[in-house]
């Protein structure tokens, strides 16, 4: 937890949480079941965290390009390559977790908005082979380190963009037949969020998934979260504090869940 806020939250989310037993609907039940709370060891885990432990040791220093809303820890221009490592990356067991969505969902392709140093990215790439992944990446000598990384633990299905979300997805987006599976990280504004999610909208079907980061990051992450909530065409939610996930199946009642993780 970076701030008081933010562990208030935490703390909220863990007293009104439940488990996969307290869930009376099926799909979330499976889903709690199978794949979220499933944390067998795998060797693919391995190869990923080896090279997060290689980041972790960098002693080069970048320059950042920030174009989202920042960051809690430290707002230098100049970082290390392993302070960025320690601090930005996902945690294992939440990359984990992505890398198991992508996989039960099968995508044909994937978007990334927001690549950083490329972990997270190669769980995806990982996770379905035949998809293409595409990242957006707002600073460049970031995701020239993330291209490292990918290349790293052999991945060529991966294609990392640079540049403002707000230029690139659109093109992106307007490239693809539909949007199978989406990651939403990288720009943590509401208004932001909110106008990523309805671009990408756009092109979701009943089989889509769309993951956002850190809804609980701010008061206007939360408020972009309660919204995406509302939306007519978002039928299920799970709320797992570090990261929400969207749904659109047709024919299911609208229902939200929080769930510990």
């Given at each position: 937890?970076?701030?008081?806020?933010?562990?208030?939250?935490?703390?909220?989310?863990q007293?009104?949480?439940?488990?996969?037993?307290?869930?009376?609907?099926?799909?979330?039940?499976?889903?709690?079941?199978?794949?979220?709370?499933?944390?067998?060891?795998?060797?693919?885990?391995?190869?990923?965290?080896?090279?997060?432990q290689k980041l972790?040791?960098?002693?080069?220093?970048?320059?950042?390009t920030d174009?989202?809303?920042?960051s809690?820890?430290?707002?230098?221009k100049?970082?290390?390559?392993?302070?960025?490592?320690?601090?930005?990356?996902?945690a294992?067991?939440?990359?984990?977790?992505i890398?198991?969505l992508?996989e039960?969902?099968?995508?044909?392709?994937?978007i990334?908005?927001?690549?950083?140093l490329?972990?997270?990215?190669?769980?995806?790439?990982?996770a379905?082979?035949?998809a293409?992944v595409?990242?957006?990446?707002?600073?460049?000598e970031t995701a020239?380190?993330?291209r490292?990384?990918?290349?790293?633990?052999?991945?060529?299905n991966?294609?990392?963009?640079?540049?403002?979300?707000?230029?690139?997805l659109?093109?992106?987006?307007?490239?693809?037949e539909?949007?199978?599976?989406?990651?939403f990280?990288?720009?943590?504004?509401?208004?932001?969020?909110?106008?990523?999610?309805?671009?990408?909208?756009?092109?979701?079907?009943?089989?889509?998934?769309?993951?956002?980061?850190?809804i609980?990051?701010?008061?206007?992450m939360?408020?972009?979260?309660?919204?995406?909530?509302?939306?007519?065409?978002?039928?299920v939610?799970?709320?797992l504090?570090?990261?929400?996930?969207?749904?659109?199946?047709?024919?299911?009642?609208?229902?939200?869940f929080?769930?510990?993780?």
């Open positions: 937890m970076f701030n008081s806020k933010l562990l208030t939250a935490y703390i909220t989310h007293l009104t949480a439940k488990t996969r037993h307290g869930t009376h609907s099926p799909f979330v039940y499976n889903l709690v079941d199978e794949i979220i709370y499933n944390r067998s060891p795998r060797i693919v885990y391995n190869e990923i965290e080896n090279q997060r972790l040791s960098d002693n080069r220093v970048i320059t950042l174009l989202g809303a920042g809690h820890y430290n707002n230098n100049q970082k290390l390559v392993k302070t960025i490592a320690a601090n930005a990356l996902k294992p067991k939440w990359a984990q977790l890398h198991r992508a039960w969902r099968k995508p044909t392709s994937i990334e908005l927001g690549t950083c490329g972990v997270t990215t190669s769980y995806l790439a990982k379905v082979p035949n293409s595409t990242s957006i990446e707002g600073c460049p020239a380190v993330a490292e990384s990918i290349n790293a633990t052999n991945n060529s991966v294609k990392v963009l640079v540049g403002n979300f707000d230029v690139v659109p093109e992106l987006v307007e490239g693809k539909k949007l199978d599976f989406v990651y990280d990288g720009n943590h504004r509401k208004e932001a969020t909110l106008n990523y999610f309805e671009l990408c909208l756009k092109k979701a079907d009943e089989h889509s998934v769309f993951i956002f980061d850190d609980h990051w701010s008061e206007g939360e408020e972009a979260w309660k919204i995406i909530q509302n939306h007519p065409k978002v039928t939610t799970i709320d504090f570090a990261i929400g996930l969207v749904f659109f199946k047709e024919g299911q009642r609208k229902e939200h929080k769930i510990k993780y």
